[in-house]
């Protein structure tokens, strides 16, 4: 009761414009001087720090209420790694990583790479294909156009030394890879015939001419053997009709057969060269029937 009596007695004896001070039981309070403005209005007194108070030892010291309170950080208590197992046990299975464990970076996230071989089934096996319709080697094109040029000659009782020049036309067709069809036109030169004649006046004189034979087979077939290489060795057979036109006996038809066999050799893809010998025989009655001939030829194929 008298600590409070002091302190209101205190208080009532500060004047105006000077803070409060606490003033310990049982002591006088300090004198407080003013000191006026240079303005003539005179400033509060400066507060003196007066001795903290001391308690009574018979009395309880009054409260005091703090200002601020400031914050108190609590502490977590410190992470413990956890007990190993004393035995072994099975192995879980692993756990993918979250998308939220990956830091974000602003990026959308990169799709995980397929694994290669899926849970797809396997394609079928490709259906065989026919070993005829496979091409091997240089062979381009299923049709091809011709140039020959030919030596032909005549057999016994034919000159042996005569030699007639030729040339001739060919076009086929390959549906398969190891045969074709064609038809060729050709032209030579087929006798030489000499005979002596009247002149107007009636003088007799030698008169030599040739004889042209012109064969048309319009039909043949020609059986390929396909290699790898540019080589391909071929043989034919072809039958047509043959027309005659003799020097001095009017012009006369026949039927005709021809065989040939040769090789080609693949220039380029659609380019060959091919070297051919041939016999072909006239249905006729006389013996100069039979011609055999040699043939260099260029076909173009498409």
Known sequence: MSIGLALAAAVASVPVGVAPTSVAAGEPAAALTTTPAPGGVAEPPAATALPAATPAPDSAAAPEVPATVAPVAVESPPATAAPAPSSPGPTPDAVPASADATPSTGEAPAEPPEAVGSDEPPLPPAPPRATGRIRSGGY???????????????????????????????????????????????????????????????????????????????????????????????????????????????????????????????????????????????ARRSELRHYVGGTLGFSVHF
């Open 140 to 282: 381009t094109g299923v049709g091809w156009f011709a140039l020959r040029f030919a030596l032909e000659g005549g057999l016994l009782p034919a000159g042996r030394r005569t030699l007639s020049a030729g040339i001739g036309f060919e076009g086929g067709w390959r549906p398969h890879r190891v045969f074709g069809v064609l038809t060729r036109f050709a032209s030579w030169g087929s006798t030489v015939e000499q005979r002596v004649v009247q002149d107007d006046a009636g003088d007799p004189i030698a008169v030599r001419d040739a004889g042209i034979l012109n064969g048309w087979d319009v039909l043949g077939m020609r059986l390929f053997v396909p290699l790898r290489g540019r080589i391909e060795p071929s043989a034919d057979v072809s039958s047509g009709f043959a027309v005659e036109r003799r020097p001095f006996d009017p012009r006369r038809t026949w039927a005709t057969v021809r065989i040939g066999a040769g090789v080609g050799v693949w220039l380029a893809r659609t380019v060959t060269l091919r070297l051919e010998a041939s016999w072909r025989l006239l």
